[in-house]
């Protein structure tokens, strides 16, 4: 896994698939992780405008071509669907936080060659976020 972990932070810029305007959700928290790690991310939400002072994305599809990396911070019948989003936007990496993933999910990663990690690991953990 830890080949995974090392090719996934290989990416220019990041997006968080869930994002959240509550501070107390991990949609927020991991949001927050990449900045206070000086990393380039990009929240991803259909309802809100800016996350974090960050402007987001309506969906994937809108996202800049330099994202190859993202968090899935969602319902895992939704995770479902956004692996065939991110597939067809070309994101070559997807960490599914714990509870956001499914078989089917991490079974959609392995047949598009997506580098995958959905075995329980937790990118604020990994990355250190000091309210986890």
């Not at 899935?72 to 936080?97: C, F, R």
């Not at 990118?123 to 000091?130: A, C, Q």
Request: aromatic fraction near 8%; charge should be neutral.
């Amino acid at each position: 896994m830890q080949t995974s972990i090392e090719k996934f932070f290989k990416s220019d810029a990041y997006a968080v698939v869930g994002a959240s305007t509550n501070r107390d959700k991990f949609g927020n928290k991991v949001l927050r992780c990449y900045q206070q790690n000086n990393k380039t991310v990009y929240p991803v939400h259909p309802l809100e405008m800016i996350i974090e002072g960050i402007n987001c994305y309506k969906s994937i599809a809108e996202l800049p071509d330099e994202v190859k990396s993202i968090s899935i911070i969602t319902p895992p019948s939704l995770t479902e669907k956004i692996v065939d989003q991110a597939h067809a936007k070309g994101i070559t990496n997807i960490w599914m936080q714990p509870g956001a993933q499914s078989n089917l999910a991490v079974q959609k990663c392995h047949d598009y060659g997506i580098n995958v990690i959905a075995d329980g690991s937790c990118i604020l953990v990994i990355l250190g976020f000091p309210d986890h």
